[in-house]
């Protein structure tokens, strides 16, 4: 008979105990990489929080996209201007640009793929995140 998995309990100094705390884990490999390197620490920001957001998004309803199978479609998240700038104050409302160039470089250095472009309606883009940070060459 195998053991049920203990939830992980954060230490105290990663968390204020909240039962609904996400984290999001950042891998050794993953900070030595090259690309990661080129990131400016603004753009290594916003891929934390965009982690932090696909996790806190996990046990909503998401859209379903057809192109995408089932562990793709776990990797979604969304990130508008409301969550940006008002929910984790990364940027401030008259410096909207800085988001769209950060995000550009997320998505141009393999962190996060763009999935669903819906700015031209006004809704939530979705994007994904992405292993192709791996294999992209700057």
Same mark, same amino acid.
């Not at 909503?60 to 776990?74: F, G, Y």
């Not at 819906?118 to 979705?126: E, L, V």
């Given at each position: 008979?195998s053991?049920?998995? &203990?939830?992980y309990? #954060?230490?105290?100094f990663?968390?204020?105990?909240?039962?609904d705390?996400? +984290?999001?884990?950042?891998?050794? +490999?993953m900070?030595?990489h &090259?690309n $990661?390197k080129?990131?400016?620490?603004n753009?290594?920001?916003?891929y934390?929080y %965009? !982690?932090?957001?696909m996790?806190?998004?996990?046990r909503k #309803?998401?859209p379903?996209?057809?192109q995408?199978? &089932?562990?793709q479609q776990?990797?979604?998240?969304?990130?508008?201007?409301? !969550?940006?700038?008002?929910l984790?104050g990364l940027?401030?409302?008259?410096?909207r640009q800085?988001?769209?160039?950060?995000?550009s470089?997320l998505i141009n250095?393999g962190f996060v &793929?763009?999935?669903?472009?819906? +700015?031209?309606r006004q %809704?939530?883009?979705?994007?994904m995140? +992405?292993d192709? $940070?791996?294999?992209?060459k700057?």
């Amino acid at each position: 008979m195998s053991r049920k998995k &203990e939830k992980y309990k #954060p230490k105290v100094f990663e968390s204020m105990g909240n039962s609904d705390d996400v +984290s999001a884990n950042i891998y050794m +490999s993953m900070l030595m990489h &090259e690309n $990661w390197k080129a990131l400016t620490k603004n753009q290594q920001v916003l891929y934390l929080y %965009c !982690k932090v957001q696909m996790y806190a998004e996990k046990r909503k #309803p998401k859209p379903e996209i057809r192109q995408l199978d &089932e562990s793709q479609q776990k990797l979604l998240f969304t990130m508008n201007r409301s !969550k940006y700038i008002n929910l984790y104050g990364l940027y401030s409302e008259g410096n909207r640009q800085s988001f769209k160039k950060d995000m550009s470089a997320l998505i141009n250095l393999g962190f996060v &793929e763009l999935i669903e472009d819906n +700015s031209h309606r006004q %809704c939530k883009n979705i994007y994904m995140l +992405s292993d192709s $940070w791996r294999y992209k060459k700057q």
